[in-house]
């Protein structure tokens, strides 16, 4: 420690796990789903400091999301005789708990089991199942969704990806953004329009399995991200793609099947977003209690006691969103539109906790060690991803009052 004036302090300790839980929300989770999320925060401290360098450096690594698999934590919540059955709780757990340890990581698990995973075990054929379902559990075949294109984000409905039958099989040609693991080596669900005129599918929505050693098939990571830096997105040219006729997932026929997977994986999102708030709120209470200005701590000043008070408000009300999303999940009963408010709700309160406790830590709170810029900057990527904050109040605007107002 420095003995120069003005200069007592080196560094804070803010990352200390806290377990904040004020109303009690997680105290009865079952053993089972504890054994699970257990295994979140083993696989958490392992990775220690890592993910702070590869955010700095803009590198994804990849034996992290392997290790991921490893340990079986790709399942989130999928029901399949193949897979390790986890309770929606217990998924949703491990997403909160990896997301507060890394954003980056957090989003690998949203790609590779919410996402990758998922389609394949809900539409994929007895053949693609074997072939792919336990690699991809097993972090050992890196699985990507490609729904989005450069011209369809929001309005993925009017995808413009086409496949055309040729001879006995299929040819893709299109273009698709944002793809997690989509330049990874590994396997890519491609969704896309049937273009056969006369025909019984004709303008259907379908999804493809697309290996991208592929000719024709090139991902190109996306460069300059101030975002979730610690994973990779590509961009994929799809150049005449040949594929065998049994590359189609049998169970997909319309954007309905896409919309399926996506009203899961939004779930996942508000969870990941309170693993966010949980941080960036326990790193600003650690500081305000380790901080002099004016000859006390941070902790003894009132206005900094409201404003953790307003952190600890908006990431209590985001855990009773969580809990009941879970348990709504696990009856049967949770509706796509409850999902969506579970997002609208927490990656809105997620962002302000966010940018509050940066606030809180001063010019300390911009720098990586400190944690709180990573999961502000990350937040920003959850907020729109799996539908934008907009898109969330369309759809529960249409619950609402019966009528659509996207166009
Ligand atoms: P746009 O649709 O262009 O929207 C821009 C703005 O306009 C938004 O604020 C939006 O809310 C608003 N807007 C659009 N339409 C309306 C409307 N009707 N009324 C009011 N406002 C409107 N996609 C995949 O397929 N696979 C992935 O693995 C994947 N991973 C991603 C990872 C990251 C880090 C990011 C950033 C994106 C990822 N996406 C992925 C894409 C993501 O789902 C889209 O970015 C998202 O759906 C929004 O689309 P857009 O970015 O094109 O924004």
């Given at each position: 420690?420095?003995?120069?004036?003005?200069?007592?302090?080196?560094?804070?300790?803010?990352?200390?796990?806290?377990?904040?839980?004020?109303?009690?929300?997680?105290?009865?989770?079952?053993?089972?789903?504890?054994?699970?999320?257990?295994?979140?925060?083993?696989?958490?401290?392992?990775?220690?400091?890592?993910?702070?360098?590869?955010?700095?450096?803009?590198?994804?690594?990849?034996?992290?999301?392997?290790?991921?698999?490893?340990?079986?934590?790709?399942?989130?919540?999928?029901?399949?005789?193949?897979?390790?059955?986890?309770?929606?709780?217990?998924?949703?757990?491990?997403?909160?708990?990896?997301?507060?340890?890394?954003?980056?990581?957090?989003?690998?698990?949203?790609?590779?089991?919410?996402?990758?995973?998922?389609?394949?075990?809900?539409?994929?054929?007895?053949?693609?199942?074997?072939?792919?379902?336990?690699p991809l559990a097993r972090g050992e075949v890196f699985g990507a969704f490609a729904l989005t294109e450069?011209?369809?984000?929001?309005?993925?409905?009017?995808?413009?990806?086409?496949?055309?039958?040729?001879?006995?099989?299929?040819?893709?040609?299109?273009?698709?953004?944002?793809?997690?693991?989509?330049?990874?080596?590994?396997?890519?669900?491609?969704?896309?329009?049937?273009?056969?005129?006369?025909?019984?599918?004709?303008?259907a929505v379908r999804c493809f399995l697309v290996e991208q050693s592929a000719h024709g098939y090139t991902?190109?990571?996306?460069t300059g991200k101030a975002s979730l830096r610690g994973i990779h997105q590509a961009h994929i040219a799809?150049?005449?793609?040949?594929?065998?006729?049994?590359?189609?997932?049998?169970?997909?026929?319309?954007?309905?099947?896409?919309?399926?997977?996506?009203?899961?994986?939004?779930?996942?999102?508000?969870?990941?977003?309170?693993?966010?708030?949980?941080?960036?709120?326990?790193?600003?209470?650690?500081?305000?209690?380790?901080?002099?200005?004016?000859?006390?701590?941070?902790?003894?000043?009132?206005?900094?006691?409201?404003?953790?008070?307003?952190?600890?408000?908006?990431?209590?009300?985001?855990?009773?969103?969580?809990?009941?999303?879970?348990?709504?999940?696990?009856?049967?009963?949770?509706?796509?539109?409850?999902?969506?408010?579970?997002?609208?709700?927490?990656?809105?309160?997620?962002?302000?906790?966010?940018?509050?406790?940066?606030?809180?830590?001063?010019?300390?709170?911009?720098?990586?060690?400190?944690?709180?810029?990573?999961?502000?900057?990350?937040?920003?990527?959850?907020?729109?991803?799996?539908?934008?904050?907009?898109?969330?109040?369309?759809?529960?605007?249409?619950?609402?009052?019966?009528?659509?107002?996207?166009?």
């Amino acid at each position: 420690m420095s003995t120069l004036p003005g200069e007592t302090t080196a560094a804070y300790e803010v990352t200390r796990r806290l377990d904040t839980d004020y109303y009690a929300v997680f105290a009865d989770v079952p053993d089972a789903d504890r054994a699970v999320w257990d295994r979140a925060r083993a696989f958490v401290d392992e990775v220690g400091d890592r993910m702070r360098d590869a955010w700095d450096t803009a590198s994804y690594p990849l034996d992290l999301a392997a290790r991921l698999g490893e340990l079986d934590l790709y399942n989130d919540g999928i029901d399949h005789p193949d897979l390790t059955r986890f309770s929606p709780l217990a998924a949703g757990l491990v997403t909160m708990e990896v997301s507060r340890g890394d954003g980056s990581l957090g989003t690998v698990i949203a790609v590779q089991g919410g996402l990758a995973l998922r389609t394949l075990a809900l539409f994929g054929s007895d053949q693609q199942q074997r072939r792919w379902l336990r690699p991809l559990a097993r972090g050992e075949v890196f699985g990507a969704f490609a729904l989005t294109e450069p011209d369809h984000g929001s309005d993925s409905v009017s995808l413009a990806t086409v496949a055309r039958r040729d001879g006995d099989g299929w040819m893709l040609r299109g273009a698709k953004k944002w793809i997690g693991n989509g330049a990874s080596g590994g396997i890519t669900f491609v969704w896309a329009r049937v273009d056969a005129p006369g025909g019984d599918d004709h303008d259907a929505v379908r999804c493809f399995l697309v290996e991208q050693s592929a000719h024709g098939y090139t991902g190109t990571v996306i460069t300059g991200k101030a975002s979730l830096r610690g994973i990779h997105q590509a961009h994929i040219a799809l150049d005449d793609v040949h594929l065998p006729a049994d590359a189609v997932l049998p169970g997909t026929h319309s954007f309905a099947d896409a919309s399926t997977v996506l009203s899961s994986t939004r779930s996942g999102v508000a969870w990941s977003a309170l693993g966010h708030a949980t941080a960036c709120y326990e790193a600003a209470l650690q500081y305000s209690q380790q901080r002099i200005q004016f000859g006390r701590p941070l902790a003894r000043f009132q206005m900094v006691q409201e404003r953790l008070t307003r952190m600890l408000d908006e990431l209590t009300a985001m855990q009773l969103y969580c809990r009941r999303l879970a348990e709504l999940d696990a009856s049967g009963a949770l509706r796509p539109t409850q999902a969506s408010l579970a997002k609208h709700h927490n990656t809105r309160a997620a962002r302000r906790v966010a940018a509050t406790a940066r606030d809180l830590l001063g010019g300390n709170g911009i720098l990586l060690e400190n944690t709180v810029m990573q999961h502000l900057a990350d937040i920003e990527a959850i907020h729109t991803y799996e539908g934008t904050e907009n898109i969330q109040a369309l759809l529960i605007g249409r619950d609402l009052t019966g009528v659509s107002a996207f166009t």
